[in-house]
């Protein structure tokens, strides 16, 4: 999505440690089975949200490539930060399934609806991704482009629309 008047742009940083611990600390109740990394944790800024991706222990190392090429995994999570409430919660769950010789991604919303969707493409121990909105009413359209190697995402280029895809409104008659 090329960058104009109509999109915003949006940042990825590796989180403060007060950052770190807050979404630690909120994601901790969750009913996820997986253990969180606190190495990966990477604020992502699309103004007005934040979140923060926060990739299982077991795909923050070394070898996470290897061990996504090799099996379907609940990657990591997504999680939003409320202003209000000064806590994250999972906004997405991130899943990932090797599919000829790539990389599936999906992230989820944690009622099951597909949010975004895209592929990486492995280059030895990294991965190149490339993810995408979904298209639906009222969704944003967001495009998400980034190198992951070692449990973090470099060579990031993400942006999003300002405007969202119309909702559907109901014709009488």
Do not use: W
Not at 67 to 77: D, E, H
Request: aromatic residues 6%.
């Amino acid at each position: 999505m090329p960058e104009s008047a109509e999109t915003r742009s949006t940042t990825v940083s590796v989180a403060s440690a007060r950052e770190a611990d807050l979404a630690l600390r909120s994601l901790s109740d969750e009913p996820f089975s997986i253990t969180l990394s606190r190495e990966s944790l990477q604020q992502i800024r699309c103004e007005p949200r934040n979140y923060m991706l926060v990739l299982s222990e077991e795909f923050s190392g070394v070898d996470a490539v290897q061990k996504l090429q090799n099996r379907k995994a609940l990657a990591g999570l997504l999680a939003l930060k409320s202003p209000e409430a000064e806590r994250y919660s999972t906004a997405y769950v991130v899943l990932t399934t090797p599919h000829s010789g790539q990389i599936q991604v999906l992230l989820k919303t944690t009622n099951g609806q597909t949010a975004f969707a895209g592929f990486a493409e492995s280059e030895g121990d990294t991965l190149e991704l490339l993810i995408q909105s979904v298209s639906r009413p009222g969704a944003v359209p967001v495009a998400f482009k980034a190198t992951y190697a070692n449990g973090s995402l470099t060579n990031v280029g993400a942006a999003s629309a300002i405007r969202t895809i119309a909702r559907r409104v109901p014709q009488s008659g």
